[in-house]
């Protein structure tokens, strides 16, 4: 799988804090992906990569790797940035 999960593993805090950034974006990829199937217009932020038939999962760990999606500690918790 690309990114290797294991390298991005130790740019986090914790295991926990990147399988939660992941699967919140991949919620918001496959949000986006039916929005448009449904022909819905929607607030959801569309894949920041060039995507040719991926899982949401696979697009959120590809945009975490590349940058494009990260993460702030804040005292609630953590937020998407």
Known sequence: MY???????D??????TLVILAA???RQVNDYFNS???H????VRGPELDVIQ???LSIAFGE?????IGYER????????
């Open 36 to 38: 448009i199937k449904r």
């Open 40 to 43: 819905e217009l929607t607030e």
């Open 11 to 16: 740019e986090f805090d914790s295991r926990f």
């Open 74 to 81: 804040t005292d609630e918790g953590s937020t998407e940035t």
């Open 54 to 56: 991926e899982k949401p």
């Open 64 to 68: 975490i790797a590349s940058g494009k």
């Open 24 to 26: 919140k974006r991949a």
């Open 3 to 9: 990114p290797n999960v294991s390298k991005l593993i």
